[in-house]
C-alpha cells in the first residue's frame, strides 16, 4: 500500500503546475495561528493535495514543534545552497511529516533571521510552489516589511483571530491596514474558538469586523493543548471532533472542492513599496 509520503513524493515529480500560496497570519500572538496552520495543511493533504509549510515566522517559529519534527536542517540551510536551488535540491531540506506534509523549518536561533532576505524568500516560495499544490505559510504576529510580502504574493490571507476583545480590536486595525495596501479581496477571517465562554459572541465579532462571512472554528481546549504539546495535528488524532471537522470545512472553502489552478501570472509593482519607500524617505 502506498503512503502519504511516498503518494506525496510521487505527486511532487510528476506535477508541472505550480501551485497556491496561504498565507495565515495573526494581529495577536497566542491565538492559535501555528495550530491552525498545521492542521490545516494535513487536512489539505487528507483532500489528496501535494502540501508543504513554510514556518515564516524566522526568529520564533513553532511549526516543528506543533508536528512534533525532529530535523536539523532549516532555511538557514537553503540560503548555502540558493543560487542553484530547486525543486529535487529543495527536498533535502524539508522534513516530511507522517501525513505526508513537507516542512521547511524556522532558523533554530533568531538571529539568524536577519540573513534571510525578500529576495531568498522569493526565490524558495517560487520553489516550493513549482512542487505543491499549496505550500502554506505561517507568519509572524504583526506587519513587519518581510511578512507583508508574503501576503502580497499570497493567494489566500487567512486572519486568525478570537472573541477577545484586544484581539478584535488588533485584528479591525490589521484588516484596514490590508484594505489600505490593496489586499483586502484575499482575506478570508478566521474566528477560532468561536463558541468560547466570552461575553462577545462569534456574529458580535463578525460585526465588529465588518466581516459577512467568517470561518468560525470551534473551541475545544483540550484537545487542542493535547495536540500542541504532543505535537500531533488534531485532524490526525481527532478526526470526528467538531474542532477538526471545523478545520475540514475550513480547507474545503479554501480549495474549494477543486483542483489548484494553473501557475499564477505575474504580479505588477507592489503595492507595499510605497508604503516601505515613505517609511524610509
Given at each position: 500500500?502506498?503512503?502519504p509520503v511516498e503518494m506525496q513524493t510521487e505527486q511532487m515529480n510528476s506535477n508541472p503546475r505550480g501551485g497556491k500560496i496561504i498565507a495565515v497570519c495573526s494581529p495577536k500572538g497566542g491565538i492559535g495561528r501555528t495550530t491552525l496552520t498545521v492542521n490545516l495543511a494535513v487536512a489539505l493533504m487528507k483532500k489528496n493535495f501535494t502540501v508543504s509549510v513554510l514556518d515564516g515566522d524566522f526568529q520564533f517559529g513553532d511549526v516543528n514543534l506543533a508536528?512534533?519534527?525532529?530535523?536539523?536542517?532549516?532555511?538557514?540551510?537553503?540560503l548555502e545552497v540558493l543560487k542553484s536551488l530547486d525543486g529535487p535540491s529543495l527536498n533535502n531540506y524539508l522534513a516530511v511529516h507522517e501525513s505526508g506534509v513537507r516542512v521547511l523549518s524556522a532558523?533554530?536561533?533568531?538571529?539568524?533571521?536577519?540573513?534571510?532576505?525578500?529576495?531568498?524568500?522569493?526565490?524558495?516560495?517560487?520553489?516550493?510552489?513549482?512542487q505543491h499544490d499549496y505550500v502554506v505559510v505561517d507568519t509572524p504576529v504583526g506587519l513587519h516589511e518581510q511578512s507583508l510580502r508574503i501576503l502580497e504574493r499570497a493567494d489566500q490571507v487567512l486572519v486568525v483571530t478570537n472573541l477577545e476583545m484586544a484581539a478584535l480590536k488588533n485584528t479591525k486595525l490589521y484588516l484596514e491596514t490590508l484594505d489600505l495596501l490593496g489586499l483586502r479581496s484575499r482575506v478570508k477571517v478566521i474566528v477560532n474558538r468561536a463558541n468560547m465562554d466570552s461575553v462577545i459572541?462569534?456574529?458580535?465579532?463578525?460585526?465588529?469586523?465588518?466581516?459577512?462571512n467568517p470561518i468560525y472554528i470551534p473551541n475545544d481546549f483540550q484537545i487542542c493543548s493535547q495536540s500542541i504539546n504532543?505535537?500531533?495535528?488534531?485532524?490526525?488524532?481527532?478526526?470526528?471532533?467538531?474542532?477538526?471537522?471545523?478545520?475540514?470545512?475550513?480547507?474545503?472553502?479554501?480549495s474549494g472542492g477543486n483542483s489548484p489552478s494553473s501557475k499564477k501570472a505575474k504580479k505588477g509593482h507592489s503595492p507595499l513599496s510605497k508604503l516601505f519607500s515613505k517609511k524610509r524617505s
Open positions: 500500500m502506498t503512503s508536528m512534533d519534527l525532529k530535523f536539523s536542517l532549516t532555511i538557514k540551510e537553503v532558523p533554530e536561533r533568531p538571529e539568524f533571521a536577519d540573513l534571510i532576505t525578500n529576495e531568498a524568500v522569493n526565490k524558495i516560495l517560487d520553489v516550493m510552489i513549482s459572541k462569534a456574529m458580535d465579532a463578525a460585526k465588529i469586523l465588518a466581516e459577512p504532543l505535537g500531533v495535528p488534531f485532524v490526525m488524532k481527532h478526526a470526528k471532533s467538531e474542532v477538526a471537522k471545523g478545520v475540514f470545512k475550513m480547507a474545503e472553502i479554501i
